[in-house]
T-cell receptor
């Protein structure tokens, strides 16, 4: 079974630009979560989507947004990039049964903002 | 609010030594899940173990074992007979029963020297 895939793996942008990151979950998994990892703040939860609906959101500004498509693939968008947005963005895929399932992570997208 | 504390920032051992990673958590939830993830230099978070708050039985899985003590809010993880391939950053994480938001500790960098 293929794992979680994220594209692109590396991205370089300049301040003020916007960026879109993509995540394809494990086949059959219906929920996708996004996390930001920085040296200073560590791993922080961004948001979680299930059936094209955002179910949970972390404490990030409105510049960070996401969506999920009918095939469970998800994208996250960051507008008006700031230097502090440089981070590893990780996507996690969850099967979503009645009980909490384990989240399986993709390799991440490393975003550098210049 | 949930909080996970990993007091050890770095641990360095020689191959075949045992390594124990400490994790202390705080949560107001009566039921929750605890996890350990490994992050090798490639960046992907690799799931290792998951524990329910209502099951304090400690187990061993191959070279991994864990000690969950609800009374002290601790969820320690041990690698027995460490190998160079175990070198990575290890994260302890916590989530609610039906909440896919993972709260991570700051991580412990483990270096296993040959």
């Amino acid at each position: 079974k293929a794992g979680v895939t994220q594209t692109p793996r590396y991205l370089i942008k300049t301040r003020g630009q916007q960026v879109t990151l993509s995540c394809s979950p494990i086949s059959g998994h219906r929920s996708v979560s996004w996390y930001q990892q920085t040296p200073g703040q560590g791993l922080q939860f961004l948001f979680e989507y299930f059936s094209e609906t955002q179910r949970n959101k972390g404490n990030f500004p409105g510049r960070f947004s996401g969506r999920q498509f009918s095939n469970s693939r998800s994208e996250m968008n960051v507008s008006t990039l700031e230097l502090g947005d440089s981070a590893l963005y990780l996507c996690a895929s969850i099967r979503d049964s009645l009980l909490t399932d384990t989240q399986y992570f993709g390799p991440g997208t490393r975003l550098t903002v210049l | 609010a949930q909080k996970v504390t990993q007091a050890q920032t770095e641990i360095s051992v020689v191959e075949k030594e045992d390594v124990t990673l400490d994790c202390v958590y705080e949560t107001r939830d009566t039921t929750y899940y605890l996890f350990w993830y490994k992050q090798p230099p490639s960046g992907e978070l690799v799931f290792l173990i998951r524990r329910n708050s209502f099951d304090e039985q400690n187990e061993i899985s191959g070279r991994y074992s864990w000690n969950f003590q609800k009374s002290t809010s601790s969820f320690n993880f041990t690698i027995t007979a460490s190998q160079v391939v175990d070198s990575a950053v290890y994260f302890c994480a916590l989530s609610g029963l039906n909440d896919y938001k993972l709260s991570f500790g700051a991580g412990t960098t483990v270096t296993v020297r040959a």
